[in-house]
């Protein structure tokens, strides 16, 4: 049968499937899975679903009867190992050939690795992207007393914080100069270090990892650039994550930092079409790939729509969200540039707004889902506030939503 295929089973691919559902598609439709399970999402996994608050059947985007109900044909457990763009075939790992008339590549990303093969196969060193690492962890937090992390990343510190409440001791090392070093501002990250220090996690900064501390086939500690061995009953490593463009490399598409797409989610051939965390698309005269789960839902949407020949182009503002202890942080817009941080404190409720020479380009909101809101919609519009009003605690924001 020829149709629509979707290969990955994240956000990007269900959001993609469900909306050629929603828009009223009939032709054939299969959604390949490399893991042995339906679509699910990601985001809890390194909080409720770690600290036991959520059941895997709750992951489900939905249950396996909606697929079912929906005609849509889905391949769990098989990897999609060769794609040849020319006579529109997608090849699985058992051999199973599958013919398209438009393919979707939602093929996510995979954690970066440390360089040492030796350590990755140690069976105490751990990566955070799917169900079977959380439940590996699940085990070693219910059996194990110390935890070393190593990248002062978000995820890094969510792991942190659940370790925390299940009662670990833990550190965090973080090779450049502060944590969240890509993705905040110093004012940011000063809030979380103080966060995770007041709640016991032991941060560590500008601290390299110079050697492996190795007792069999299970890693005891690491060696720092500062001559200090920190020891630990298990490891977590966050230290990035990489896109899977291995089937659209091996096909000959366009791959820079991620494969190469339009506003509309087309790569370089007309009929392949790619979007979430491995696609890397124009966002405002530049070329950017952003690892969000809205990123993925409306960037899918728009290829759902452009496959079926509707005028779609994304344009989306990026969003994101993380939750440590009792806090939640919430960011709207791209920092990338920023020259001035703007603080803005009411009592609990904390925001940073940054601007790029003048312009307002996005908000990090601490507790504080108001300035989140209002940040969100006057980038949305274009519009820039007075950084004189935000950093006033009586000026009321929303009335910058006025008129």
């Known amino acids: ?22 828009l009223g598609h009939k032709g054939v439709i299969t959604l390949v ?23 895997k059947e709750q992951l489900f985007l939905r249950p ?40 979707f590549l939602g093929t996510g990303s995979s954690p970066r690795k440390l360089p040492n093969k030796i350590i990755n196969n140690a069976k105490n060193v751990y990566y955070v992207r799917n169900i079977k690492d959380i439940q590996a962890i699940s085990k070693q937090f219910n059996s194990k007393r110390s935890l070393l992390i190593i990248g002062g990343g978000y995820i890094g510190l969510e792991m942190a914080a ?3 409440k299940l009662g670990l001791e833990v550190t965090i090392i973080e090779a450049q100069e502060r944590i969240l070093k890509r993705v905040s501002s110093e004012i940011t990250a000063s809030f979380f270090r103080n966060l995770h220090s007041k709640n016991g996690v032991r941060i560590r900064e500008n601290v390299g990892v110079k050697d492996f501390i190795m007792e069999r086939d ?11 061995n920190i020891l630990a009953d298990f490891f977590v490593v966050g230290i990035g994550i990489e896109p899977n463009v291995e089937l659209a490399e091996s096909a000959g598409l366009e791959i820079q930092n991620g494969i190469f797409v339009d ?12 979007a979430g965390d491995c696609a890397n698309f124009p966002y405002q005269g530049e070329r950017i790939r952003l690892e969000s789960v809205g990123n993925a839902i409306e960037q899918s949407e728009v290829a759902a729509n ?22 939640k942080l919430q960011i709207a817009g791209l920092n990338a540039g920023y020259t001035e941080v703007v603080e803005r404190i009411d009592g609990e409720r904390i925001s940073h707004w940054y601007y790029r020479d003048g312009e307002f380009k996005s908000v990090d909101a601490i507790n504080d889902p108001i300035s989140y809101m209002v940040g969100k919609k006057l980038i949305e519009r274009g519009q820039t506030p007075d950084p004189k009003n935000i950093r006033s605690v009586s000026f009321n924001v929303k009335s910058l939503l006025r008129g």
């Not at 049968?1 to 929603?22: E, N, R």
């Not at 893991?35 to 600290?51: A, G, V």
């Open 1 to 22: 049968m020829v149709g629509i295929v979707a290969v990955g089973g994240g956000q990007a691919s269900f959001s993609f499937v469900q909306k050629l559902k929603a």
């Open 33 to 55: 899975c490399s893991e042995n399970c339906i679509p699910y999402q990601r985001p809890p996994l390194s909080k409720k679903f770690l600290l036991g608050d959520m059941k």
């Open 64 to 103: 396996e009867s909606y697929y079912q109900d929906n005609g849509i044909n889905i391949v769990i457990g098989k990897q999609a190992v060769k794609l040849d763009i020319n006579k529109r075939k997608i090849e699985l790992e058992d051999g199973f050939k599958l013919t398209y008339k438009k393919l």
């Open 162 to 164: 659940v370790a925390r």
């Open 218 to 228: 299970h890693l005891k500690g690491v060696l720092t650039d500062k001559g200090e």
């Open 263 to 274: 506003d509309r989610c087309c790569t370089s051939n007309p009929n392949v079409f790619a």
């Open 306 to 327: 452009a496959i079926l020949g509707n005028s779609a182009h994304y344009n989306a503002l990026p969003w994101f969200w993380s939750d440590q202890f009792h806090v």
